[in-house]
């Protein structure tokens, strides 16, 4: 049971460059959420999902899109990178049965850099 | 969401009890009170939740006030390990996807 994965685990862009970011998740999570965290800052919503084939804004969406194609996966675009999304972007799912609906499982991050 | 105040750092020696104090004076009676941490570099990691009942787990205990305004997070014998950001969290529990919203937590370091 891997949980939450993330690829790729650093990569470092050129402005204007675009890449997709993949998260997967082995425990049949309805939920899955795409956060950013920022130096010295804590995490904030990029975009949820809450369910396949379904997504929503969060704190902060522009700049990003997202996919949801199929229940495990959740996927992060950038289309035209820029040095501001200089970031670690979070990945993270829950569960909506039980009440769990606040408890997130979260992977380990992916480090970019925009230059 | 109830807006929650935590102070920005503290320390504790190993194996004695860290208390992590958390106001939310605002709290409504149908937000919980939820406790990440994130050690460095890493994900957060969900700790403890509650509404009105002390719980405890194998983590940690989480101690909320009679008027809910306020509650502590205690792990009863820190360890080095424990050394990270801990976030307090107030939220409804909802069907419609969960939205947390962390805000800058403590920083507890555990010293030898």
């Known amino acids: 049971n891997a949980g939450v994965t993330q690829t790729p685990k650093f990569r470092v862009l050129k402005t204007g460059q675009s890449m997709t970011l993949l998260c997967a998740q082995d425990?049949?999570?309805?939920?899955m959420y795409w956060y950013r965290q920022d130096p010295g800052m804590g995490l904030r919503l990029i975009h949820y999902?809450?369910?396949?084939?379904?997504?929503a804004k969060g704190e902060v969406p522009d700049g990003y899109n997202v996919s949801r194609l199929k229940k495990q996966n959740f996927l992060l675009g950038l289309e035209s990178a820029a040095p501001s999304q200089t970031s670690v972007y979070f990945c993270?799912?829950?569960?909506?049965?039980?009440?769990?609906?606040?408890?997130?499982?979260f992977g380990p991050g992916t480090r970019l850099t925009v230059l | 969401d109830a807006k929650t105040t935590q102070p920005p750092s503290m320390d504790c020696a190993e194996g004695r009890a860290a208390n992590l104090p958390c106001n939310h004076s605002?709290?409504?009676?149908?937000?919980?009170v939820y406790w990440y941490r994130q050690i460095h570099s890493q994900g957060p990691q969900y700790i403890i939740h509650?509404?009105?009942n002390n719980e405890t787990n194998e983590m940690a205990s989480l101690i909320i006030t009679e008027d809910r305004k306020s509650s502590t997070l205690i792990l009863p014998h820190a360890t080095l390990r424990d050394t990270a950001v801990y976030y307090c969290?107030?939220?409804?529990?909802?069907?419609?996807?969960?939205?947390?919203?962390f805000g800058e937590g403590t920083q507890l370091t555990v010293n030898p």
């Open positions: 993270a799912s829950s569960s909506h049965s039980g009440g769990a609906y606040n408890e997130q499982f």
């Open positions: 425990m049949n999570h309805e939920y």
């Open positions: 999902s809450v369910g396949e084939g379904t997504t």
């Open positions: 605002t709290i409504s009676g149908n937000e919980y």
């Open positions: 509650g509404l009105k």
């Open positions: 969290i107030v939220r409804v529990e909802e069907t419609s996807g969960s939205r947390l919203t």
